[in-house]
């Protein structure tokens, strides 16, 4: 089959109304033509937090804590620095360190991190700080998100995670986090920082408030943007847990397995210039996870040997470097190790 760019009517007719046979079909071929077909990437990873004080107050999200809150902390600069031997004593190349939107935390608290990352850890790529934290360094700054980006950058970050982005749809944003930056300020934030230098991740949760054309229009904003810059390394999607959160007690629907395949069918094919698509053991579950490798994805994410945001909402998925490869395997692949910018490290062999 010839495979031309989905337009969005085209696309949400297909995510709407295909067969999810044909979808899956339609999807491994686009994802054969772009990927080796045999290999599916992993990287291993950790996934720490500096603060949970924030002052969004996302319904969704269950990790938070405002800021005077007793249970509030923010770690030092030797505290990260632990974070980092503990992801290093278990072989991670990436870090993935983010927190809410503390409001007097000072750039210079950021760079640090970044700096004592690159210094003592250089196995390590710092891939640091969703798009709405950068929003907020610089507004406690009161300096350019392209400013504080370019700081960064110049200490050694190299890799911005896709965090934040929910769905990108402003219409959806109101419903589940009406305080947080706008749909605008996080594609405006990945965009310099591509032209900054860096690559970045885009995400997306799915699940909650929107309805099939929001998840089209998410598509078609970072298609988008991948067009000017090329800079995304990888699309991540994932559903909505609900549990502990204010938005969970509105949300009656619950998604299913074949919604999140859909999804990760869908995505490989609106999404024409990612070259990775990454289906997720850890927030859809084991099984899920191996099941979905058959719908497009090409890389299995991470390790995430801490995770903290997922656990508050009591869901809680373990696995090591061992367990991944075995889930890889069990899916059809062979398991290949990859870094936070998608460079192969290992093919592991069985
Ligand atoms: S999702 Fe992020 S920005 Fe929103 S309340 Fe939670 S920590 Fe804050």
Partial sequence: MSFQRLNFEEGLDLFQNADLF???KMAVEQRNKINPVSEVTYVIDSNPNYTNACTADCLFCAFYRKPGDEEVYVRSLDDVR???K???A???TTVLLQGGLHPDLKLDYYLDIIKMTVAEFPGIIPHFWS???IDNIAEVENITVREVLQKMYDVGQLSLPGGGAEI???KVRNRISPKKHKVDRWLHIHEVAHEIGM?????MMYGHREEPEDIII???AIRDIQDRTGGFTAFVPWTYKKDNTLLGKKVTRETTPEDYYRILAISRLYLDNFDHIQASWFSEGKDTGVKSLSYGADDFGGTLFEENVHAETGFINKTSAEGLCSMIRKAGFTPVQRDTLYNKVLTVKS
């Fill in 22 to 24: 044909d979808l899956q």
């Fill in 82 to 84: 632990n974070m980092m």
């Fill in 86 to 88: 503990d992801a290093q």
């Fill in 90 to 92: 278990q072989d991670a």
């Fill in 131 to 133: 798009a709405p934290e």
């Fill in 168 to 170: 990108l749809s402003q």
């Fill in 199 to 203: 690559k970045s991740t885009a995400t």
């Fill in 218 to 220: 998410h598509l078609q």
